[in-house]
Protein backbone atom coordinates (compact mmCIF):
# COMPACT_ATOMS: atom_id res chain seq x y z
CA UNK A 1 0.00 0.00 0.00
CA UNK A 2 0.96 3.81 -0.51
CA UNK A 3 2.44 5.50 2.54
CA UNK A 4 3.70 9.11 3.21
CA UNK A 5 6.71 8.20 5.09
CA UNK A 6 8.54 10.34 7.62
CA UNK A 7 12.13 9.69 6.28
CA UNK A 8 14.37 12.27 9.29
CA UNK A 9 15.50 16.12 8.90
CA UNK A 10 11.74 17.48 8.23
CA UNK A 11 11.55 15.17 4.97
CA UNK A 12 8.63 12.73 3.74
CA UNK A 13 8.21 10.62 0.57
CA UNK A 14 5.98 7.93 -0.53
CA UNK A 15 6.86 4.63 -0.25
CA UNK A 16 5.11 1.25 -0.79
CA UNK A 17 5.08 -0.27 2.90
CA UNK A 18 2.88 -4.08 3.15
CA UNK A 19 -0.95 -4.15 3.92
CA UNK A 20 -0.84 -4.56 7.95
CA UNK A 21 -2.13 -7.80 8.97
CA UNK A 22 -5.45 -8.17 10.66
CA UNK A 23 -5.63 -9.76 14.26
CA UNK A 24 -8.38 -12.07 15.17
CA UNK A 25 -10.32 -8.88 17.56
CA UNK A 26 -9.54 -6.15 14.64
CA UNK A 27 -10.45 -4.89 11.44
CA UNK A 28 -8.87 -3.92 8.35
CA UNK A 29 -10.02 -0.26 7.18
CA UNK A 30 -9.26 1.58 3.99
CA UNK A 31 -9.12 5.35 5.13
CA UNK A 32 -11.16 7.59 3.31
CA UNK A 33 -9.34 10.90 4.79
CA UNK A 34 -6.80 11.35 7.43
CA UNK A 35 -6.40 15.15 8.82
CA UNK A 36 -3.41 17.04 9.48
CA UNK A 37 -3.00 17.86 12.76
CA UNK A 38 -0.43 20.33 14.80
CA UNK A 39 0.85 17.50 16.66
CA UNK A 40 2.04 16.30 12.85
CA UNK A 41 2.93 19.73 12.07
CA UNK A 42 5.62 19.41 15.13
CA UNK A 43 6.55 16.07 14.60
CA UNK A 44 7.84 16.55 10.99
CA UNK A 45 8.83 19.95 10.92
CA UNK A 46 10.98 19.94 13.85
CA UNK A 47 12.31 16.72 13.47
CA UNK A 48 10.90 14.66 16.23
CA UNK A 49 8.96 11.98 14.53
CA UNK A 50 11.23 8.78 14.40
CA UNK A 51 12.29 8.24 10.84
CA UNK A 52 10.33 5.34 9.10
CA UNK A 53 7.40 6.47 10.68
CA UNK A 54 4.01 7.16 9.27
CA UNK A 55 1.86 9.62 11.06
CA UNK A 56 -1.71 11.01 11.03
CA UNK A 57 -4.50 10.06 13.21
CA UNK A 58 -7.21 12.03 12.49
CA UNK A 59 -8.82 9.35 10.05
CA UNK A 60 -12.30 7.45 9.01
CA UNK A 61 -12.89 5.10 6.44
CA UNK A 62 -14.58 1.83 5.47
CA UNK A 63 -14.14 -1.74 7.03
CA UNK A 64 -12.81 -3.91 4.37
CA UNK A 65 -11.47 -6.80 6.04
CA UNK A 66 -12.85 -8.69 9.88
CA UNK A 67 -10.96 -10.38 12.36
CA UNK A 68 -12.34 -14.55 12.99
CA UNK A 69 -13.62 -13.05 16.17
CA UNK A 70 -15.51 -9.98 15.29
CA UNK A 71 -18.67 -9.91 15.59
CA UNK A 72 -21.35 -6.71 15.33
CA UNK A 73 -19.08 -5.24 12.40
CA UNK A 74 -19.58 -5.87 8.31
CA UNK A 75 -17.54 -5.09 5.39
CA UNK A 76 -18.76 -1.94 4.50
CA UNK A 77 -19.18 -0.30 7.74
CA UNK A 78 -18.52 3.21 7.48
CA UNK A 79 -16.13 4.08 11.14
CA UNK A 80 -13.79 6.08 13.22
CA UNK A 81 -11.83 4.98 15.83
CA UNK A 82 -12.30 6.26 19.25
CA UNK A 83 -9.35 6.18 22.01
CA UNK A 84 -8.38 3.84 24.27
CA UNK A 85 -10.45 4.19 27.51
CA UNK A 86 -9.17 5.30 30.79
CA UNK A 87 -9.27 3.29 34.24
CA UNK A 88 -12.86 4.63 35.00
CA UNK A 89 -11.82 4.93 38.81
CA UNK A 90 -8.22 6.89 39.15
CA UNK A 91 -8.81 10.63 40.29
CA UNK A 92 -8.80 11.78 36.56
CA UNK A 93 -11.41 9.45 35.20
CA UNK A 94 -13.60 10.36 37.84
CA UNK A 95 -13.10 14.16 37.18
CA UNK A 96 -14.51 13.18 33.27
CA UNK A 97 -10.82 13.39 32.07
CA UNK A 98 -9.89 10.04 30.91
CA UNK A 99 -7.13 11.74 27.98
CA UNK A 100 -4.67 12.24 31.37
CA UNK A 101 -5.54 8.48 33.49
CA UNK A 102 -3.60 7.74 36.02
CA UNK A 103 -3.28 4.38 35.09
CA UNK A 104 -2.29 4.75 31.68
CA UNK A 105 1.13 4.62 30.36
CA UNK A 106 2.38 7.95 28.27
CA UNK A 107 1.94 8.21 25.21
CA UNK A 108 5.00 6.98 22.41
CA UNK A 109 4.40 9.29 20.01
CA UNK A 110 7.61 7.93 18.41
CA UNK A 111 6.28 4.49 18.25
CA UNK A 112 3.04 5.36 16.56
CA UNK A 113 1.83 3.95 12.86
CA UNK A 114 -0.71 6.50 11.55
CA UNK A 115 -2.70 7.05 8.77
CA UNK A 116 -1.39 8.82 6.44
CA UNK A 117 -1.67 5.21 3.78
CA UNK A 118 -4.11 3.30 2.64
CA UNK A 119 -4.76 0.79 5.12
CA UNK A 120 -5.07 0.94 9.44
CA UNK A 121 -6.17 -1.86 11.38
CA UNK A 122 -8.50 -1.05 14.49
CA UNK A 123 -9.38 -2.64 17.91
CA UNK A 124 -13.17 -3.59 16.35
CA UNK A 125 -14.23 -2.77 20.64
CA UNK A 126 -12.84 0.83 20.16
CA UNK A 127 -14.88 1.41 16.63
CA UNK A 128 -17.82 3.88 16.16
CA UNK A 129 -19.97 3.75 13.03
CA UNK A 130 -20.16 7.15 11.25
CA UNK A 131 -24.32 8.12 11.08
CA UNK A 132 -26.05 8.53 8.55
CA UNK A 133 -25.57 11.77 6.66
CA UNK A 134 -22.56 12.67 8.19
CA UNK A 135 -20.05 11.71 4.93
CA UNK A 136 -17.00 9.65 5.51
CA UNK A 137 -14.68 12.65 5.12
CA UNK A 138 -16.59 15.29 7.38
CA UNK A 139 -16.24 12.32 10.13
CA UNK A 140 -12.38 12.71 9.50
CA UNK A 141 -12.82 15.87 12.13
CA UNK A 142 -14.55 13.42 14.76
CA UNK A 143 -10.97 13.93 16.79
CA UNK A 144 -10.11 17.34 16.64
CA UNK A 145 -13.93 18.29 17.32
CA UNK A 146 -13.67 16.01 20.14
CA UNK A 147 -10.82 18.20 21.48
CA UNK A 148 -12.60 21.56 21.00
CA UNK A 149 -15.81 19.98 23.17
CA UNK A 150 -13.47 19.30 25.48
CA UNK A 151 -11.28 22.27 25.99
CA UNK A 152 -15.06 24.49 26.25
CA UNK A 153 -16.02 22.07 28.99
CA UNK A 154 -13.15 22.16 30.89
CA UNK A 155 -14.69 26.06 31.70
CA UNK A 156 -17.70 27.31 32.85
CA UNK A 157 -18.22 29.36 29.64
CA UNK A 158 -21.76 30.29 29.16
CA UNK A 159 -24.34 32.83 26.72
CA UNK A 160 -23.74 36.23 27.52
CA UNK A 161 -19.72 35.82 28.32
CA UNK A 162 -16.83 37.51 26.19
CA UNK A 163 -14.57 35.02 24.97
CA UNK A 164 -10.94 35.51 23.45
CA UNK A 165 -10.04 32.61 21.00
CA UNK A 166 -6.01 33.65 20.02
CA UNK A 167 -5.17 31.78 16.48
CA UNK A 168 -7.59 31.31 13.72
CA UNK A 169 -6.61 28.08 12.53
CA UNK A 170 -7.80 24.58 12.39
CA UNK A 171 -8.14 24.46 15.87
CA UNK A 172 -9.27 28.13 16.97
CA UNK A 173 -11.98 27.41 14.19
CA UNK A 174 -13.54 24.81 15.79
CA UNK A 175 -13.45 25.95 19.05
CA UNK A 176 -15.39 29.01 17.60
CA UNK A 177 -17.95 26.37 15.90
CA UNK A 178 -18.62 24.47 19.55
CA UNK A 179 -18.75 27.88 21.27
CA UNK A 180 -21.45 29.21 19.07
CA UNK A 181 -23.31 25.94 19.16
CA UNK A 182 -23.79 26.59 22.84
CA UNK A 183 -25.01 29.56 21.88
CA UNK A 184 -21.89 31.99 22.82
CA UNK A 185 -22.36 34.74 20.53
CA UNK A 186 -19.34 37.49 21.96
CA UNK A 187 -16.33 35.98 20.07
CA UNK A 188 -13.41 37.95 19.44
CA UNK A 189 -10.42 36.17 17.41
CA UNK A 190 -7.07 37.62 17.60
CA UNK A 191 -4.82 36.40 14.61
CA UNK A 192 -2.49 37.73 12.60
CA UNK A 193 -3.40 36.64 9.15
CA UNK A 194 -5.97 38.42 7.24
CA UNK A 195 -7.67 34.97 5.34
CA UNK A 196 -7.67 33.38 9.12
CA UNK A 197 -9.25 36.17 9.86
CA UNK A 198 -12.19 36.27 7.33
CA UNK A 199 -12.64 32.53 7.93
CA UNK A 200 -13.28 32.89 11.65
CA UNK A 201 -15.87 36.08 10.95
CA UNK A 202 -17.72 33.40 8.73
CA UNK A 203 -17.50 30.44 10.37
CA UNK A 204 -18.90 32.68 13.86
CA UNK A 205 -17.12 34.80 15.29
CA UNK A 206 -18.38 38.26 16.26
CA UNK A 207 -14.58 40.32 16.11
CA UNK A 208 -11.94 39.40 14.33
CA UNK A 209 -8.60 41.84 14.91
CA UNK A 210 -5.00 41.54 14.08
CA UNK A 211 -2.97 40.87 17.81
CA UNK A 212 -1.50 44.36 17.91
CA UNK A 213 -5.04 45.86 18.51
CA UNK A 214 -5.39 44.14 21.76
CA UNK A 215 -5.06 46.39 24.90
CA UNK A 216 -2.30 46.84 27.26
CA UNK A 217 -3.01 45.71 30.28
CA UNK A 218 -3.05 48.50 33.07
CA UNK A 219 -1.47 47.12 36.38
CA UNK A 220 -3.40 44.83 38.80
CA UNK A 221 -6.25 45.89 37.00
CA UNK A 222 -8.33 44.42 33.72
CA UNK A 223 -8.22 45.93 30.51
CA UNK A 224 -10.79 48.21 29.64
CA UNK A 225 -13.08 45.68 27.64
CA UNK A 226 -11.69 42.13 29.36
CA UNK A 227 -12.79 38.64 28.11
CA UNK A 228 -14.58 36.31 30.97
CA UNK A 229 -12.74 33.03 28.66
CA UNK A 230 -9.80 32.95 26.62
CA UNK A 231 -8.76 30.00 24.71
CA UNK A 232 -5.11 30.17 23.57
CA UNK A 233 -4.93 27.76 20.00
CA UNK A 234 -1.94 29.03 18.84
CA UNK A 235 0.58 27.74 20.68
CA UNK A 236 2.57 30.96 20.00
CA UNK A 237 4.04 32.34 23.37
CA UNK A 238 3.36 35.64 23.26
CA UNK A 239 -0.28 35.19 22.01
CA UNK A 240 -0.68 32.94 25.07
CA UNK A 241 0.93 36.25 27.35
CA UNK A 242 -1.18 38.78 25.42
CA UNK A 243 -4.62 36.53 26.57
CA UNK A 244 -3.80 36.12 30.19
CA UNK A 245 -3.35 40.02 29.76
CA UNK A 246 -7.13 40.24 28.51
CA UNK A 247 -8.77 38.21 31.50
CA UNK A 248 -11.29 39.93 33.81
CA UNK A 249 -11.20 39.67 37.72
CA UNK A 250 -11.81 35.35 37.98
CA UNK A 251 -11.24 34.68 34.28
CA UNK A 252 -9.68 31.73 32.56
CA UNK A 253 -6.62 30.75 29.96
CA UNK A 254 -7.28 27.54 28.02
CA UNK A 255 -3.63 26.53 26.78
CA UNK A 256 -5.09 24.73 23.60
CA UNK A 257 -2.22 25.02 21.26
CA UNK A 258 1.33 23.56 21.66
CA UNK A 259 4.56 25.22 20.54
CA UNK A 260 8.10 25.09 21.00
CA UNK A 261 8.38 28.43 23.08
CA UNK A 262 7.28 29.13 26.85
CA UNK A 263 5.48 31.90 27.62
CA UNK A 264 6.39 34.67 30.33
CA UNK A 265 3.25 34.29 32.96
CA UNK A 266 2.91 37.12 34.48
CA UNK A 267 1.92 35.46 38.16
CA UNK A 268 1.59 38.31 39.73
CA UNK A 269 -0.92 38.87 37.91
CA UNK A 270 -3.01 36.02 38.47
CA UNK A 271 -3.05 36.46 41.92
CA UNK A 272 -4.31 39.90 42.10
CA UNK A 273 -7.21 39.43 39.66
CA UNK A 274 -7.43 35.58 40.70
CA UNK A 275 -7.34 34.11 37.28
CA UNK A 276 -7.26 30.03 36.75
CA UNK A 277 -5.05 28.87 33.30
CA UNK A 278 -5.46 25.09 32.32
CA UNK A 279 -4.24 23.17 29.65
CA UNK A 280 -6.90 20.92 27.16
CA UNK A 281 -5.16 17.36 26.25
CA UNK A 282 -7.41 15.78 25.01
CA UNK A 283 -11.15 14.17 24.96
CA UNK A 284 -13.72 13.99 27.49
CA UNK A 285 -15.05 10.00 28.12
CA UNK A 286 -17.53 10.41 25.19
CA UNK A 287 -15.74 12.88 23.15
CA UNK A 288 -16.33 10.79 20.16
CA UNK A 289 -20.04 10.31 20.19
CA UNK A 290 -20.74 13.97 20.99
CA UNK A 291 -18.37 14.98 18.19
CA UNK A 292 -20.12 12.38 15.77
CA UNK A 293 -23.35 13.75 17.07
CA UNK A 294 -22.08 17.72 16.64
CA UNK A 295 -20.83 17.04 13.08
CA UNK A 296 -23.86 14.56 12.39
CA UNK A 297 -26.58 17.65 13.64
CA UNK A 298 -25.89 20.49 11.19
CA UNK A 299 -25.01 22.39 13.50
CA UNK A 300 -21.68 22.83 12.31
CA UNK A 301 -20.24 25.07 9.07
CA UNK A 302 -18.01 21.89 8.13
CA UNK A 303 -17.44 23.37 4.47
CA UNK A 304 -15.63 26.59 6.44
CA UNK A 305 -13.85 24.22 9.32
CA UNK A 306 -12.35 21.47 6.55
CA UNK A 307 -10.48 23.11 3.16
CA UNK A 308 -11.79 22.10 -0.33
CA UNK A 309 -9.62 20.48 -1.53
CA UNK A 310 -8.06 17.45 -0.41
CA UNK A 311 -3.93 16.57 -0.73
CA UNK A 312 -2.93 13.01 -2.09
CA UNK A 313 0.16 11.15 -0.62
CA UNK A 314 2.78 13.54 -2.06
CA UNK A 315 1.50 16.73 -1.14
CA UNK A 316 1.65 15.79 2.71
CA UNK A 317 4.47 17.83 3.54
CA UNK A 318 4.02 20.86 1.00
CA UNK A 319 0.52 21.23 3.32
CA UNK A 320 2.45 21.19 6.60
CA UNK A 321 4.46 23.86 5.59
CA UNK A 322 1.88 25.95 4.07
CA UNK A 323 -0.05 25.23 7.77
CA UNK A 324 3.31 26.38 9.59
CA UNK A 325 3.16 29.89 7.59
CA UNK A 326 -0.96 30.02 8.71
CA UNK A 327 -2.08 30.16 5.02
CA UNK A 328 -4.92 27.17 4.74
CA UNK A 329 -7.43 28.10 7.76
CA UNK A 330 -9.49 25.44 8.12
CA UNK A 331 -8.50 21.61 8.40
CA UNK A 332 -6.35 20.00 5.60
CA UNK A 333 -7.89 16.40 4.67
CA UNK A 334 -5.14 13.98 3.25
CA UNK A 335 -6.81 11.54 0.93
CA UNK A 336 -4.56 8.15 1.04
CA UNK A 337 -3.71 7.97 -3.06
CA UNK A 338 -1.23 8.83 -5.27
CA UNK A 339 -1.39 10.85 -8.39
CA UNK A 340 -1.75 8.80 -11.43
Not at 107 to 136: I, M, N, Q
Amino acid sequence: MPAAVYLGGGDMAVRELPVPEVAPDQVLIEVSHCGICGTDLHLVLEGYARPGSVLGHEWAGEVVAVGEAVTGWEIGARVVQEPQPGCGACRACRAGRPAVCLAKDPVDHLEFHGAFCRYVTADARRLLRVPEGLSTRAAALTEPTAIAIHTVNLTDVAPGDRVLVTGAGPVGLLTIAVLRSRGIHDITVSEPAAGRRARALAVAAAHAISPDELGRAPMGRPVEAPYSVAFECSGHARAAEAALDQLDYAGTLVFVGTGREQPSINHNRMIVLELTAIGAYNYDSDGFVAALALLASGALPLDLLIEPDDVLLDGVLGAMHRLAEGTPPGKVMVRPEVPR
